[in-house]
């Protein structure tokens, strides 16, 4: 039953809803096993498994040295694997890493610890390995064969498995790096866990330099049931 005091002029708004995320302009409430969700109409939110477009995120050029850019924020659901995408990524510092560590609670908080992997990297018929670090993941490593510059170009994505679980978060992803003009083509291919039992609310993407180019980060979800 409905409490009919709690309804003004016979309407229920957005805020008065049970929803298990945020949900962007132009989703449809739909329900799912978890309750109530803001999802696409006809993708992932009618039970296809497809992929569904989420949001995209344009940084702006200039932004201070080392900055944060959070994806995502407060709107990863429960039951959704999602993939976050990059391209036409640049730094005024030439050829650098783009990196990214977790977000959990509302601020959200970094989450500095406890990640760990294997990335490969390859350049031209040059392959190598290097373990990740602890306290982020390397979405695309920096070139460790010289020729550098600010022009250089990345590009990639990352997969990461029902983040907002409260467990451990898997994720594997692949990027390139085009130096351009006519110059090197590189490649980064990575499986990495953040092992601790945590709920994820953003994903918080680093590029160890300057932004410089107006590329795009964009991500995408999709049901696993």
Sequence with gaps: TINGSYITDDTIDEASLQTTNAGTNGQFLSKQAGGLTWAAAGG??????AWEWVETIQPAAGL???????LCNQNV???????????DIKSSSGDVSLVM????GSTPSELSS???????????????AQAEASDEIHL???????GGQPDDVKFGEML?????????????????EYGAPGGFFYTTLNSAIHDQSVSITAFGVQVNGTFSHNGHFIT?????S
């Design 44 to 49: 992932s939110g009618s039970g296809s498994g």
């Design 64 to 70: 201070a040295s080392n900055a944060r850019i959070w």
């Design 77 to 87: 659901a429960l039951g959704y694997d999602y993939l976050i995408t990059w391209e």
């Design 101 to 104: 560590r977790l977000g959990s």
């Design 114 to 128: 406890n990640y760990s992997g294997t990335g490969f990297y390859a350049y031209g018929s040059t392959i190598g």
């Design 140 to 146: 695309h490593r920096q070139n460790q064969n010289g």
């Design 160 to 176: 990461l498995y029902n983040p907002a679980g409260n467990y451990p978060t898997w994720m594997h992803g692949i990027g390139g």
């Design 220 to 224: 995408y979800r999709r049901i696993r």
